[in-house]
């Protein structure tokens, strides 16, 4: 079973920076992409950035700019750094591994809080 477990959430004010790790139970390099994710109240869960295996980067429009995917198969972690945070980044950030055409492996989210 995939275990993936987020950190590095918590209360941060607008303009500052936040690093979300992920932590996989295996190579990261074992799944074709992994990638974060955020769901704020009463919306639905959107794409943040997402890395492939071949290293492939994608981002969302909102965060163009200010946040970068990393990952370190060394240390089986993917990372997300954020800048100049706003306080509509406030959302859970869910990590996602995606293996084969359609199995995908969540980890349980870390609370982002971006006061104004």
């Known amino acids: 079973q995939v275990q993936l477990v987020e950190s590095g959430g918590g209360l941060v004010q607008a303009g500052g920076s936040l690093r979300l790790s992920c932590a996989a139970s295996?190579?990261?390099?074992?799944?074709?992409?992994m990638g974060w994710y955020r769901q704020a109240p009463g919306k639905q869960r959107d794409m943040v950035a997402t890395?492939?295996?071949?290293?492939?980067?994608n981002y969302a429009d909102s965060v163009k700019g200010r946040f970068t995917i990393s990952s370190d198969d060394t240390k089986r972690t993917v990372y997300l750094q954020m800048n100049s945070l706003k306080p509509e980044d406030t959302a859970v950030y869910y990590c996602?591994?995606?293996?084969?055409?359609?199995?995908?492996?969540w980890g349980k989210g870390t609370l982002v809080t971006v006061s104004s």
């Open positions: 996602k591994a995606r293996e084969g055409l359609s199995r995908e492996y």
């Open positions: 890395i492939t295996d071949l290293l492939s980067k």
């Open positions: 295996r190579s990261i390099f074992s799944f074709n992409s």
